[in-house]
C-alpha cells in the first residue's frame, strides 16, 4: 500500500513517502555523497546502480564538490522512466575524518541550492532522499525537518508553483507505524495548515485468518480513488473455539485490541475522515466501537455480517455521517449479503449473542442491504471493492446488488428458530434416559 503524506504549500506540492527513492517519476533525483560524489554507499550507490556507470563517468569532472553543494550530471538509464538530471549533494568530506558539526547547515544549504537550480532550469518536479542519512549518519527525521523548513520557503515565495518528494527509508514500516510517523511529522515540521488530508478507511477481518483480503483489497480501494487511505487493523488469531463460546469478556477483548490500534487514526491530523469495512466478526467489533467508543465513522460497509439482525442502528446513528446517497438517501450504513453464504446462520445457530445479517439484512431504514451471489469470502474477489465499495465510500450514488434468489432455503431458514447446542443437549438428554 501506499505510504505518503501530501501537503499543498502555495500552490505547489510536498509529498513525504516512505520507500526506495529509485521508484521516483520526477525530472530531478537528488542523491547525498561525499564531496568527490564516490557514489559508493546509501543512496548514491543505489542511484548509480540503477542509473548505470555513466552517471558516474560523468561526475568525474565535476568534483571536487564543497560540502552543502550541489553538481548536476544526466539521468543515465533513469531517463526511462522520465528523470531528466541527477542532483549529486555533498553532505560529507571525501577524506577519513567525515565527522560534521553543522549537520542542519549543510542540509539546509544543499537543499536550498536544489530548489534554486530546479527553478532555475524551468524544471518543475524534484526527488530528494533524507540527505545526509548514509554514511554521515545524520538522523532521518532531523534530516527531514531541516529540508521541509527550506523546501517551505522556497515554495512560499515561488512565482510558479512546482512538486517536492521527500523518499525516507525507515526500515519496514507497517500501515499502523507508517501513519503515526506522519502524523508526528506533520506536527514537527509544522506542517498543519498545509495537509491535504485523506479518508481513512479501516478494514477488520474476521476470525480465522491473517486477512491477506485486506492487502489485496486495499490496493484496489488505494488504486481507484487516490484519496483513500486503507489501514488494515487486526486483533490476532481468532479461533472457533473462542467464537463460539458465548462469554463477552472473550469477544469484548478482541474489540478492544482492535480500539488500541485503531485509536490514533481518530484525531490524526492527516485524515479528515474515517470509515470502516468490517467483514464477520469484524462487523460485530465495528458496531461495539460504535456503541461504547467516542468516534464518529463517515462511512460503515460490513459484508459477511454476524451483527444481531434487529440491533438499533437509531442509538449509533449520530455518530455515522449521512452519505446523502442520490438513490438511498436515507442510508447511513452499507450491509453487503452473499446468498450463498451460510455461515452467519450458523453463527445465529451455533452460539448466542451473534445474528444473521450477513444473509438476510438488517431491514432497517438507514441500512442499505445489498444481496450478491457469492459466499462469506466471494467479496474479496477482484474488482468487487473497485465496483461495490469505492462508489460507496467516495461517491454520491449507491450501487445496487442482486435483486432476484435472495431467499434462503427453507432448511437453512430452520436454523434461526434452534440453537444447536441445546438441540444436541436435548437429544443427548434422551438418548441418556431411553438408552
Known amino acids: 500500500m501506499r505510504f505518503e503524506q501530501l501537503y499543498d504549500i502555495n500552490g505547489s506540492s510536498l509529498v513525504v513517502k516512505l520507500g526506495d527513492i529509485r521508484e521516483a517519476r520526477t525530472e530531478v533525483v537528488v542523491t547525498s555523497d561525499d564531496s568527490n560524489l564516490s557514489m559508493g554507499g546509501g543512496t548514491s550507490a543505489a542511484i548509480r546502480a540503477a542509473a548505470g556507470d555513466s552517471v558516474f563517468e560523468e561526475s568525474r569532472r565535476l568534483i571536487p564538490v564543497a560540502v552543502g553543494a550541489i553538481a548536476v550530471t544526466g539521468a543515465g538509464l533513469l531517463a526511462e ?6 542532483f549529486h549533494a555533498a553532505t560529507i568530506p571525501s577524506h577519513r575524518d567525515r565527522d560534521v558539526h553543522n549537520q542542519e547547515e549543510i542540509i539546509r544549504n544543499a537543499t536550498r541550492q536544489a530548489l534554486t537550480l530546479l527553478q532555475g532550469m524551468g524544471l518543475h518536479t524534484i526527488s530528494f532522499p533524507a540527505l545526509g542519512t548514509g554514511f554521515a549518519g545524520f538522523d532521518p527525521k532531523r534530516a527531514a525537518l531541516a529540508m521541509c523548513a527550506e ?11 512546482f512538486t517536492v518528494e521527500i523518499w525516507l527509508m525507515l526500515g519496514n514500516q507497517g500501515e499502523r507505524a ?5 502524523a508526528e511529522f506533520t506536527k514537527s515540521a509544522a506542517l498543519d495548515r498545509f495537509v491535504v488530508p485523506s479518508h481513512a478507511v479501516l478494514l477488520i477481518h474476521g476470525i480465522r485468518t491473517a486477512a491477506g483480503w485486506r492487502q489485496r483489497v486495499g490496493d484496489e480501494i488505494e488504486e481507484s480513488a487516490r484519496g483513500l487511505t486503507p489501514i488494515p487493523i487486526g486483533y490476532g488469531f481468532f479461533n472457533v ?17 482492535v480500539w488500541l490500534k485503531a485509536k490514533s487514526v481518530f484525531g490524526n491530523p492527516n485524515f479528515d475522515r474515517v470509515s470502516i469495512i468490517a467483514h464477520s466478526f469484524g462487523s460485530w467489533i465495528a458496531v461495539y466501537l460504535l456503541v461504547v467508543k467516542p468516534i464518529r465513522i463517515h462511512r460503515l460497509l460490513l459484508c459477511g455480517a454476524i451483527v444481531d439482525a434487529n440491533f438499533d442502528w437509531d442509538t449509533v446513528s449520530d ?21 450463498k453464504d451460510i455461515w452467519p446462520l450458523m453463527a445465529k445457530a451455533m452460539t448466542w449473542g451473534f445474528g444473521i445479517s450477513g444473509r438476510w439484512g438488517f431491514q432497517h431504514c438507514i441500512v442499505a442491504d445489498r444481496f450478491y451471489h457469492v459466499d462469506h469470502s466471494g ?20 450501487p445496487k446488488g442482486v435483486s432476484d434468489g ?8 430452520l436454523l434461526t428458530f434452534v440453537k444447536i447446542p441445546v438441540l444436541l443437549g436435548f437429544v443427548g438428554a434422551l438418548a441418556w434416559i431411553y438408552f
Not at 507508517?178 to 506522519?182: D, E, L
Request: with cysteine.
Open 241 to 257: 473455539v473462542q467464537f463460539l463460546l458465548p462469554f463477552p469478556a472473550i469477544r469484548r477483548k478482541a474489540a478492544e485490541t
Open 379 to 398: 467479496f474479496f474477489e477482484e474488482g468487487f471493492a473497485r465496483e461495490y465499495w469505492v462508489p460507496a465510500l467516495t461517491g454520491k450514488r449507491l
Open 319 to 339: 455518530r455515522i455521517d449521512n452519505p446523502s446517497f442520490e438513490n438511498a438517501p436515507a442510508c447511513r450504513v452499507v450491509n453487503d449479503c452473499g446468498t
Open 81 to 86: 522512466q522520465g528523470v531528466r538530471h541527477i
Open 151 to 161: 523546501i517551505r520557503a522556497a515554495m512560499e515565495r515561488a512565482p510558479k508553483p
Open 178 to 182: 507508517a501513519m503515526v510517523f506522519f
Open 406 to 413: 435472495i431467499d434462503p432455503p427453507w432448511a437453512l431458514s
